[in-house]
């Protein structure tokens, strides 16, 4: 496949997973506005962040090590997809494990909730497990997916996984109140079966098919999914295992840094369950963009960067096509990011009460909510740079590179940790925000002087789009003024039809900065049309 072929198929599970997350981002939106009322804060508290918590280590700590290693182009054509397929089931074991300790130190070790106002904590611990591990059956099949660019399989699985789970929740909510967090644990454990029944059909019927013998599917039956040694080669590849390793002591790390404020939450008791709650659904609500436009393009274009460029290479060393293409794609990326990072921060500073208010009432646009949300706001563009910027990062750096970043991984983990327990006493629930802030910015930092060191050399800056115009950056400036001084006389206690009038001197100040973006931002507008948006694409292949 060529580096054209790869951009092309690359972009086009960018725009897939945008469109899923959406539709995940909406439903989780909607549902939690359900939810809201009919069931307690405390008990949103405890799912939204301890039981969710399991299960985003359990799964995050079990498998991303192996992803990030089995898509990576470490090895080249020549690895054997046998030896891979061996690799990715030591995932099912390390899985269980880690579900046993977790699930020991959930029980025993952390505060248990009060039985009358969160019932059935400990059978719901278990069950949350229990759909970590189920998850982990499908990933050999999550692996070939990605690898063979099977964009529309993803959709299609967690579409129905999450349809499936918000139907279920609603249902048991509304007629079974009572059953408390085996409400959420049962769907959570539909979720993950459906996940692994979508994609075990798929492969069943795919495998023998015309469609595979023309794609040169690399296994023939069901029965090559299954560990087995092939005839003269190791039982695992121990190139890949070993940069597997290297990831994993990364993504341990990483996990304590994506979810630092989770496990301040649950192992320093800073903030009540009630507390824990508010702060998840505005987390929640702040993160949305991020989640369903920068998350996907982070890992699509991992896949990219990771086939395009030779790990660990001098660029001057690799075919200069796919390094100019490489540069391009970066620059492109950042500027995307850092147009709508700055967008959403510019706009959700002064719309962040009344989103509250609409979405949950008083109960969350009052007391913390607003100023949580407008932080949250700030610190997305920080997330938006940082994905793009690590994704190259992580691309292109050698096996002993990767070592190295774990050191810096762990000092940014240790101080995360301490600025969340201080900056939290000093300002409430605003100091995870700024805890994390801090700590996107030191790692920005450090993929830009990575980024700088790679191409300092070359003709190619693509750290130039990290600049916006100053034609944006004047719109931008006007929309943040305008808007404020809007809230402030229009929102939001004069009833609906200032909110109305609020809404729209918003919708034309952000008029006005999509058509700044338009005039000077060509190349932007180009690369998302030709490469972002599979309808424009089409046309131009």
Request: charged letters at 15%.
């Amino acid at each position: 496949m060529s580096s054209q072929d790869v951009l092309r198929s690359a972009s086009t599970l960018a725009s897939y997973n945008v469109l899923l997350q959406v539709m995940f981002r909406v439903l989780t939106f909607l549902l939690n506005a359900f939810t809201l009322r009919f069931v307690s804060k405390e008990l949103i508290g405890v799912v939204n962040v301890r039981l969710t918590l399991l299960y985003s280590t359990l799964v995050f700590l079990s498998r991303e090590a192996f992803r990030r290693a089995c898509l990576s182009g470490v090895s080249g054509t020549d690895h054997s997809w046998r030896q891979v397929i061996n690799l990715l089931w030591l995932t099912l074991p390390l899985g269980v494990l880690w579900a046993a300790l977790l699930v020991a130190v959930w029980l025993w070790l952390l505060e248990v909730p009060d039985p009358q106002t969160v019932p059935y904590y400990g059978p719901a611990v278990v069950m949350f497990a229990l759909s970590g591990v189920q998850e982990l059956l499908a990933e050999p099949l999550w692996v070939l997916a990605q690898a063979h660019m099977f964009v529309r399989l993803k959709v299609v699985a967690e579409s129905l996984a999450m349809i499936a789970k918000c139907s279920i929740t609603v249902v048991l909510v509304v007629f079974a109140r009572e059953w408390g967090l085996y409400i959420f644990s049962a769907a959570h454990l539909v979720y993950t079966g459906f996940l692994v029944l979508c994609y075990a059909v798929y492969f069943i019927r795919f495998f023998g098919s015309k469609v595979a013998a023309k794609k040169g599917f690399p296994l023939q039956c069901v029965g090559d999914l299954l560990p087995r040694r092939a005839a003269g080669e190791p039982l695992i590849d121990w190139t890949l295992a070993k940069l597997t390793w290297s990831f994993f002591k990364q993504s341990f790390l990483k996990q304590i840094l994506t979810e630092g404020e989770r496990y301040v939450m649950t192992f320093l008791n800073v903030l009540s369950f009630g507390d824990q709650g508010v702060y998840d659904i505005v987390n929640n609500l702040g993160s949305m963009v991020a989640r369903f436009i920068f998350l996907p393009i982070e890992e699509s274009f991992y896949i990219f960067f990771a086939k395009v460029l030779k790990r660990g290479r001098d660029v001057k060393s690799q075919k200069q096509e796919d390094i100019a293409l490489a540069a391009e794609v970066l620059e492109c990326l950042l500027k995307l990011v850092l147009v709508v990072g700055l967008i959403i921060s510019v706009f959700g500073y002064a719309y962040s009460h009344l989103a509250l208010d609409i979405y949950g009432g008083s109960l969350l646009s009052s007391g913390a909510g607003p100023t949580l949300l407008r932080c949250y706001s700030c610190y997305v563009l920080l997330l938006a740079v940082n994905g793009v910027t690590e994704c190259f990062v992580f691309a292109a750096m050698s096996q002993e590179e990767v070592d190295k970043y774990n050191f810096v991984m762990l000092a940014l983990s240790v101080s995360f940790l301490l600025l969340s327990y201080v900056l939290t006493w000093w300002a409430g629930s605003v100091g995870f925000i700024l805890a994390n802030c801090l700590n996107m910015g030191l790692r920005i930092s450090h993929s830009v002087l990575y980024i700088r060191r790679c191409f300092g050399s070359t003709q190619w800056k693509p750290l130039r789009g990290l600049l916006p115009s100053p034609l944006l950056i004047l719109a931008l400036a006007v929309s943040a003024v305008v808007t404020t001084l809007s809230e402030g006389l229009l929102c939001c206690d004069g009833g609906w039809l200032l909110r109305i009038i609020h809404i729209g001197v918003g919708a034309l100040c952000l008029l006005g900065v999509f058509v700044a973006v338009l005039v000077t931002e060509t190349r932007l507008i180009q690369f998302v049309r030709t490469q972002l948006l599979p309808k424009y694409r089409k046309k131009h292949t």
